[in-house]
């Protein structure tokens, strides 16, 4: 067990709908990024937060935005779905916001688009 | 942004077998790192190796890094059943980006 609580764990719904993924970090961590897992693009980061600010971006679509509230959890929303957003989702936290050093991977929120 | 690149992609080995991977880079790093994957499941750290280490090792693990190369290798010695799985490298482009490389789907036969 990481520590990294992610939910919903699936997650079904129709294109263009909109969901929200939670992820509670590990007590402690201050860094939380985003990670989406498909089948034909690999692990793609998307974004990172560190203590309620964004740090970093990476292959985040406009579709899609996230947060990191006071309490350090954070969402990710993905709005206007596409076929092509169905894929594993994952959160990772961190101690440091600054040195990329060991991340603690969630479980994943898998999302199917139909 | 950079990413690793496993090579080989697929490898199944008997058990007891060593299981060697390699990952390749493209921009300076400040570290790199190995994960593994259980099917499905959340990705797991198993080791960093930084710019300037050559050498790492973490039980039956061992990590190279040749900067000037840019390349790592992972070395799993005395493979078991329960080391099946897929195993990425990530590289730390400095920017608070850990890119990850398409993985390694290891086998090990019983």
Redesign the interface.
């Known amino acids: 067990d990481s520590g990294v609580t992610q939910t919903p764990k699936h997650l079904i719904t129709a294109t263009g709908q909109r969901v929200t993924l939670r992820c509670s970090p590990r007590s402690g961590d201050l860094s939380v990024y985003w990670y989406q897992q498909s089948l034909d693009q690999g692990l793609q980061f998307l974004i990172q937060y560190y203590n309620g600010e964004e740090r970093a971006k990476g292959n985040i679509l406009e579709r899609f935005s996230a947060q990191q509230f006071p309490d350090l959890h954070s969402e990710l929303n993905l709005s206007s779905l596409e076929l092509g957003d169905s894929a594993l989702y994952f959160c990772a936290s961190s101690v440091s916001g600054f040195d990329t050093g060991e991340l603690f991977f969630g479980e994943g929120s898998r999302l199917t688009v139909l | 942004?950079q990413q690793g690149e496993e090579d080989p992609q697929a490898l199944s080995i008997q058990e007891g077998e060593n299981a060697t991977m390699n990952c390749s880079y493209k921009t300076s790093i400040?570290?790199l790192?190995w994960?593994r994957q259980n099917s499905?499941?959340?990705?797991?750290?198993l080791i960093?190796i930084r710019s300037n280490e050559r050498e790492k090792h973490s039980g039956r693990l061992r990590v190279t890094l040749d900067t000037s190369k840019k390349s790592s290798s992972l070395l799993i010695t005395a493979s078991r059943a329960a080391d099946t799985a897929s195993y990425?490298c990530a590289t730390?482009d400095g920017?608070?980006?850990?890119?990850?490389?398409?993985?390694n789907q290891v086998v090990v036969i019983p």
Not at chain 2, 40 to 45: I, K, M, P, Q, S
Not at chain 2, 95 to 103: D, I, M, S, T
Request: charged share 15%; net charge positive.
């Open positions: 942004s400040n570290n790192q994960y499905g499941r959340g990705l797991v750290h960093l990425f730390d920017n608070n980006r850990l890119a990850f490389g398409k993985g």
